[in-house]
């Protein structure tokens, strides 16, 4: 895996950031074989501007989001969630967990009855 000068400078000479950004999703698939989701704003890049970032922030309105993200997934294989934010409402945070804890324990959860099968990653 590369540092973070080599993923900065890869970036810069890629034709687009979601070139790059689905590379290493790929390559974090690969390697655990795990569905993977990423969730990200753009609020380091708003408050190097000096811009509020009060629109970055988790709010109820991304519960959807993470729903529609859900569909469609074997969730025999696990998740991996990568979250990264500045925070947001707890009680839109507090329902997305609950709505994805309900989905780890349905029939068709993430392999079984107990919700270790899904992880956060925080950068």
């Known amino acids: 895996m590369p ?13 687009s950031f979601e070139v790059g950004r689905q590379k290493y999703l790929r ?3 690969a390697l655990t074989g795990r569905n993977v989701i990423a969730y990200y704003s753009g609020w380091l890049q708003k408050a190097a ?9 988790v709010t109820d309105l991304d519960q959807h989001g993470f729903m529609a993200a859900l569909q469609g997934l074997d969730r025999t294989n696990g998740l991996d ?5 500045p ?3 707890s009680s839109a945070t507090e ?3 609950d ?3 309900v989905a780890c324990t349905s029939a068709d959860g ?9 992880r956060a990653i925080v950068p």
Not at 81 to 85: A, F, P, R, S, W
């Open 95 to 97: 329902a997305i967990v």
């Open 110 to 118: 993430w392999s079984g009855a107990s919700n270790t099968n899904i």
């Open 27 to 29: 390559e974090l698939n």
């Open 3 to 15: 540092n973070w000068n080599e993923v900065v400078k890869e970036m810069q000479t890629a034709t």
């Open 99 to 101: 709505y994805m804890r």
């Open 87 to 89: 925070g947001g409402d």
């Open 49 to 57: 501007r000096g811009e509020s970032i009060a629109g970055c922030i």
């Open 81 to 85: 969630l990568i979250l990264h934010t």
